[in-house]
């Protein structure tokens, strides 16, 4: 694993956009770092069904989970072109957006370990509540279970 092969997680919080910030200040002048914005999506179920009222309701939240993805991808879009701004090659920076398969933080970490990133750069939102501190979150989950690469944590 490279240390200038970064996986850069973004979900559009303003963690996220703070991570943009950093990886752009701390990397984007050396010529030999890639960096591959990754994100991910919530699965959409299949939605081949008979009409009654019930199906309408959940045609809606299907069209909602679609609108949602496709945001995600407009922002992940958005933070490629700001590390170009910020002085990085249009080669340098990739989109990587995935369907969820287990939980964001496995999928980072299966992630990291298929792609042969050396560095993992992603925002932490606080423990303010009771849910996170009893569920965790995602960086906690990258940081307590990922093994042979350096993590960036931004707050």
């Known amino acids: 694993m490279l240390w200038n092969h970064i996986l850069l997680a973004y979900d559009n919080s303003q963690q996220a956009l703070r991570a943009v910030e950093y990886v752009g200040?701390?990397?984007?002048?050396?010529?030999?770092?890639?960096?591959?914005?990754?994100?991910?999506?919530?699965?959409?179920?299949?939605?081949?069904?008979?009409?009654?009222?019930?199906?309408?309701?959940?045609?809606?939240?299907?069209s909602v989970m679609e609108r949602d993805r496709e945001k995600g991808r407009t922002h992940l879009e958005e933070a490629r072109k700001h590390l170009i701004r910020m002085g990085y090659s249009e080669d340098q920076v990739k989109i990587k957006y995935v369907e969820k398969k287990k939980s964001v933080?496995?999928?980072?970490?299966?992630?990291?370990?298929?792609?042969?990133?050396?560095?993992?750069?992603?925002?932490?939102?606080?423990?303010?509540?009771?849910?996170?501190?009893?569920?965790g979150s995602v960086s906690s989950g990258v940081i307590g279970n990922l093994v042979g690469a350096t993590i960036c944590v931004v707050e």
């Open 25 to 62: 200040q701390m990397f984007g002048r050396l010529d030999n770092v890639k960096v591959v914005l990754f994100g991910v999506y919530d699965k959409l179920p299949d939605h081949d069904m008979i009409d009654t009222p019930f199906t309408d309701q959940v045609r809606a939240r299907i």
């Open 105 to 135: 933080a496995k999928d980072i970490i299966d992630e990291v370990n298929a792609g042969g990133y050396g560095t993992v750069v992603l925002g932490r939102k606080g423990l303010s509540n009771l849910k996170g501190m009893l569920f």
